[in-house]
């Protein structure tokens, strides 16, 4: 998704969203027919643009119909929804404008699927990359989707196969299926710490007093079907069945057991794009994340330090919490803001984001971001990756620009493994939470 104002929306993100291509890319690995259903099964989700929600408050109106909200653009959004959410937007007094399905070839530059990693070319880049350097990098399967493809992380540290008490940071991608170019910021950055290690000083220095997770595709079955067939199909949720409904998937960001359902930033309904699911952790793939974090606590003290947790769009650096508009609430001080805000604004100058609270957007419950702080205590942050809000690129920038958008997060990844020791260094108050 997500937030600034660039300029009036020109040609929707909607018509990347469907293009066909002429050469499938192949059949999904691990899954059968059988298990991946058909998009046909459920309500016809599109997207819409919406005006007249210009505050808050107003778009977590939109949100609280269980339409996903893509983009903002001053008063107009730009949703996901089926149709469903479509009529509760409209009798809650909101216009929607239905965007179109099928892109004009000559007015968007639409990626292909082939432009992205596959699950299946991720997986082996990375296996090449731990071969290449294996006194730097380890494979670690930590759980498996519903589909029953593995879900990995890769630590990368100087001595990685011991276990040292060294400050840790967590790196998640590609949560929503259909943010492929997360999978993408994930691959650079261990293409970047496995060839600069030993010439780059910062980069050394890091990885010898850091020990670094990065997951590289939290939603595996998504991302296959997102991708593999060789159309676009705008996939968010991931590939579980829901019993009583012929609906597909849970929004593994709305599933997290912190604040889960607590305050209409999720839906109770299993067609909506933001479906929390029948229960906290209820997803395979929130579980699997959330044990692998709870894993890293030793000796009572939580390892992991620092998160950050990589979507598309919007160009935002995001913390907590989204649950509630209040700065400050229960187990987050005004210290704990104000780092949070200092090292995000940080990280923000490095690349161009907007720095903001979560829900100076709307409100948002069951997240990622909310169970980081508010139950493992890790300093954490979204970032809504490359393009801005009214770009017509949407989820689906071409391959062409890759590279650029992925190396311009190189120095806000730095700066947060900077601070993971002691982030509260960065608000003057390293003497009063970080002494030894």
């Not at 994930?186 to 970047?192: C, G, I, P």
């Not at 990589?310 to 609430?329: F, I, Q």
Request: aromatic share 8%.
């Amino acid at each position: 998704m997500r937030f600034p104002k660039r300029g009036r929306r020109t040609t929707s993100a909607a018509v990347l969203l469907t293009l066909a291509l002429a050469v499938p890319l192949g059949a999904q690995a691990t899954a059968s027919p059988a298990a991946d259903r058909s998009r046909a099964e459920q309500p016809a989700e599109r997207q819409y643009q919406v005006t007249g929600a210009d505050t808050r408050a107003e778009r977590t109106a939109v949100a609280d119909t269980g339409a996903a909200i893509d983009e903002v653009n001053g008063d107009s959004l730009v949703v996901t929804a089926g149709p469903a959410e479509a009529a509760a937007l409209r009798s809650r007094g909101f216009t929607t404008k239905a965007l179109p399905d099928v892109a004009d070839r000559d007015e968007v530059l639409a990626a292909a699927p082939s432009d992205y990693h596959s699950y299946a070319r991720m997986s082996a880049a990375v296996d090449t990359l731990v071969r290449q350097y294996p006194d730097l990098m380890s494979r670690r399967v930590i759980g498996r989707s519903h589909q029953g493809r593995e879900i990995f992380a890769v630590k990368v540290s100087s001595n990685v196969r011991v276990d040292e008490n060294k400050p840790e940071v967590l790196f998640t991608h590609n949560m929503h299926a259909r943010e492929h170019l997360t999978t993408e910021m994930a691959l650079y950055m261990l293409r970047e710490f496995g060839t600069r290690y030993g010439s780059d000083a910062r980069i050394t220095r890091m990885l010898d007093q850091r020990e670094v997770w990065i997951v590289p595709s939290l939603n595996p079955d998504g991302k296959v079907y997102d991708q593999d067939s060789g159309t676009w199909r705008n996939w968010r949720k991931n590939r579980q069945p829901n019993s009583g409904s012929t609906a597909i998937g849970t929004d593994i960001n709305r599933n997290f057991n912190y604040r889960w359902g607590c305050c209409g930033g999720s839906s109770t309904s299993p067609s909506s794009q933001t479906y929390r699911g029948r229960a906290a952790e209820s997803g395979p793939e929130t579980k699997v994340i959330a044990d692998f974090v709870r894993s890293r606590v030793i000796g009572g003290k939580q390892q992991i330090t620092a998160h950050i947790d990589w979507h598309t769009y919007g160009e935002l650096v995001l913390w907590p919490y989204g649950y509630t508009y209040a700065d400050t609430a229960a187990g987050l001080t005004q210290d704990d803001r104000d780092a949070h805000a200092a090292v995000g604004t940080q990280m923000a100058r490095s690349n161009g984001y907007r720095p903001q609270q979560s829900s100076d957007l709307y409100i948002t419950d069951g997240t990622i971001g909310d169970w980081m702080w508010g139950s493992q205590k890790i300093f954490t942050y979204t970032f809504e990756m490359y393009p801005p809000s009214g770009h017509r690129d949407g989820f689906y920038p071409p391959g062409s620009v890759i590279d650029r958008e992925t190396a311009r997060n190189r120095e806000a990844v730095l700066l947060l493994l900077e601070n993971a020791d002691c982030m509260y260094r960065s608000i003057g108050k390293a003497a009063q939470y970080c002494a030894t």
